[in-house]
């Protein structure tokens, strides 16, 4: 069974440039969930959506952050215009019903690189 | 403000011995705490988890403790093997409500 899906695995853009980030997570999960790495502050959350409705998106940095589950089957989250401190791993993680009780999945991630 | 804080950003440790990961945090409201395991160029996947209404929580080679008073959570591994090789994240939940995970600790087991 696969797990949660993750494209493209690597981006590499120039600031201003639209950066597009895609995920599709596990069948039958109606929990879904955009986090950022970086060194410095480790995993942030930065959106949720139960049911496909964003429910949190108190981490979102800014406005030109956005994100949108159209389906239970795929979410995207959209930086318009990027920026280089932009630049870390965008992972998408989905879980079953309750997000903190029970086990989140994770997928590969998305390096972005913003030059 | 990091309410999960793992102030050591590595640890090294022999094969064969224990590994102690820490964690602390500040929200005396968080209920429920998580370690999750990362390689490189994968995603973190779940490794062991806590109720607060707990002190400890053992599986297999990791045992996880927890002491409210201290706010603090550590996480063992005995005995520690080179595979264990990762970066570590703690997290932490309050009353159901999203996870707050703290910056990893990359511990490198050697022969």
């Known amino acids: 069974d696969a797990g949660v899906i993750q494209s493209p695995r690597h981006e590499v853009t120039e600031m201003g440039q639209e950066v597009t980030l895609r995920c599709k997570p596990i069948?039958?999960?109606?929990?879904l969930f955009w986090y950022r790495q970086t060194m410095m502050r480790g995993l942030e959350l930065l959106i949720y959506?139960?049911?496909?409705?964003?429910?949190?998106d108190s981490g979102m940095p800014e406005d030109r952050f956005s994100a949108k589950m159209p389906n239970a089957s795929f979410s995207t989250l959209k930086i318009q215009p990027s920026e280089p401190r932009d630049s870390a791993v965008y992972f998408c993680?989905?879980?079953?019903?309750?997000?903190?009780?029970?086990?989140?999945?994770f997928g590969p991630g998305t390096r972005l690189t913003v030059l | 403000d990091q309410q999960v804080k793992q102030n050591s950003p590595s640890l090294s440790v022999q094969e064969g011995r224990i590994s102690i990961l820490n964690c602390d945090y500040t929200?005396?409201?968080?209920?429920?705490f998580l370690w999750y395991k990362k390689y490189p160029a994968e995603g973190p996947t779940f490794l062991i988890s806590?109720?607060?209404?707990?002190d400890k929580n053992e599986d297999g080679r990791f045992t996880v403790f927890l002491n409210k008073s201290a706010k603090h959570l550590s996480l063992h591994i005995v005995p520690s093997q080179p595979g264990d090789s990762a970066v570590y994240f703690c997290?932490?939940?309050?009353?159901?409500?999203?996870?707050?995970f703290g910056t990893g600790t990359r511990l490198q087991v050697f022969p």
């Open positions: 959506f139960n049911n496909n409705v964003p429910i949190d």
């Open positions: 929200n005396s409201m968080f209920d429920y």
């Open positions: 993680a989905s879980s079953l019903e309750d997000p903190s009780y029970n086990e989140q999945f």
């Open positions: 069948s039958g999960h109606n929990s």
């Open positions: 997290a932490a939940s309050d009353m159901g409500h999203k996870l707050i």
């Open positions: 806590i109720s607060s209404i707990k």
